[in-house]
Structure formats: structure tokens, C-alpha cells
């Protein structure tokens, strides 16, 4: 395996240059997307792609990228938390 795996870019799509990337990007959607049955889909989305990763020789990786997924949907379904974060 290579050391220079970037799980962002080969899973996600996100270049280097967008990294790291901020809980829009991360869940695929527009710059503070309001809608929330989108950010719920957008995370749906990408964990549902991550899943695929999961037992693989980068289950630590994909994880790691799960976790943030999780975390990125939490905080912007969530007005106040996504409030502050926007700003």
C-alpha cells in the first residue's frame, strides 16, 4: 500500500488543494446549504460510499472518514450549532 493514500481525493473527490475540507464539501453539498432533508441526504450519501471501504486494507481510513461524516451531519442539522459554524 502506498503511504501517500489521500482517502479525501480517492473516496470523496476532494482535492489536496481543498483540503481539509470544511462539513459542506465533506458531505457534497453547496456552501451553506440550508435544506436539511439535503445535508441528511448528502451524509447519507457519503457514508453509504464510505461503507463500501469499511472491511477493506483502509478500514482505518474509511473510519476516520465516517467519523467526520457523522460529525459534519450532526452539526449542521443542528440551527445553532450550524449558525456558528457558518460564521
Same mark, same amino acid.
Given at each position: 500500500?502506498?503511504?501517500?493514500?489521500?482517502?479525501?481525493?480517492?473516496?470523496?473527490? #476532494?482535492?489536496?488543494?481543498?483540503?481539509?475540507?470544511?462539513?459542506?464539501? %465533506?458531505?457534497? %453539498?453547496?456552501?451553506?446549504?440550508?435544506?436539511?432533508?439535503? #445535508?441528511?441526504?448528502?451524509?447519507?450519501?457519503?457514508?453509504?460510499?464510505?461503507?463500501?471501504?469499511?472491511?477493506?486494507?483502509?478500514?482505518?481510513?474509511?473510519?476516520?472518514?465516517?467519523?467526520?461524516?457523522?460529525?459534519?451531519?450532526?452539526?449542521? %442539522?443542528?440551527?445553532?450549532?450550524?449558525?456558528?459554524?457558518?460564521?
Amino acid at each position: 500500500m502506498s503511504d501517500n493514500f489521500d482517502p479525501y481525493h480517492k473516496w470523496l473527490g #476532494i482535492a489536496p488543494s481543498e483540503q481539509p475540507p470544511n462539513h459542506y464539501r %465533506l458531505l457534497g %453539498l453547496n456552501l451553506f446549504e440550508s435544506d436539511l432533508d439535503v #445535508i441528511e441526504s448528502g451524509s447519507d450519501r457519503q457514508m453509504a460510499h464510505l461503507r463500501s471501504f469499511q472491511t477493506g486494507p483502509r478500514m482505518r481510513e474509511c473510519q476516520r472518514l465516517l467519523n467526520e461524516v457523522a460529525a459534519a451531519r450532526v452539526l449542521l %442539522l443542528n440551527a445553532q450549532r450550524k449558525s456558528v459554524y457558518d460564521q
